[in-house]
C-alpha cells in the first residue's frame, strides 16, 4: 500500500507562484512515475507534469512552461513549483504514482487532493 498526502494549495494571486508537495509513504517501489494531475468539478482530470525515478519529465499541454515537476526520492517527496499562476489555474490538484508491482502487475495510488484558488 502507498499514501500520499499533498499539501501547499492555498490562495494565490494572479501572477504568483506556489509549490505543491506530495510525501508518499508505505511500500516504495524502484520503478515509480510520479504525477500531478487537476480537475475543475464536471470536467475530467488532467495531467500537469510526470517524473520518473531517473528523473526525467513530461508536462502536459494546460501548464507548460508555468510549472516545474520535481522529486526527492530519499524524502519519498514529489513537488510542483508553479509560477505566473492565472484564474484558471483553479482546480484540485492530485498527486499520483504508478507503476508495475514486483510481480509485474501494474498499481497506481492517488492522493485526496489540494485545492488551489487563484485571485484576481
Known amino acids: 500500500q502507498v499514501q500520499l498526502v499533498e499539501s501547499g494549495g492555498d490562495l494565490v494571486p494572479a501572477g504568483g507562484s506556489l509549490r505543491l508537495s506530495c510525501a508518499a509513504s508505505?511500500?516504495?517501489?524502484?520503478?515509480?512515475?510520479m504525477g500531478w494531475h487537476r480537475q475543475v468539478p464536471g470536467k475530467e482530470r488532467e495531467l500537469v507534469a510526470i517524473?520518473?525515478?531517473?528523473?526525467?519529465?513530461a508536462y502536459g499541454d494546460s501548464m507548460k512552461g508555468r510549472v516545474t515537476i520535481s522529486r526527492d526520492n530519499a524524502k519519498s517527496t514529489m513537488y510542483l513549483q508553479m509560477n505566473s499562476q492565472r484564474q484558471d489555474d483553479t482546480p484540485v490538484y492530485f498527486c499520483?504514482?504508478?507503476?508495475?508491482?514486483?510481480?509485474?502487475?501494474?498499481?497506481?495510488?492517488w492522493g485526496q487532493g489540494t485545492q488551489v484558488t487563484v485571485s484576481s
Open positions: 499520483n504514482e504508478n507503476g508495475p508491482l514486483p510481480c509485474g502487475s501494474p498499481y497506481e495510488y
Open positions: 508505505g511500500v516504495t517501489y524502484d520503478t515509480t512515475t
Open positions: 517524473i520518473n525515478r531517473d528523473g526525467t519529465t
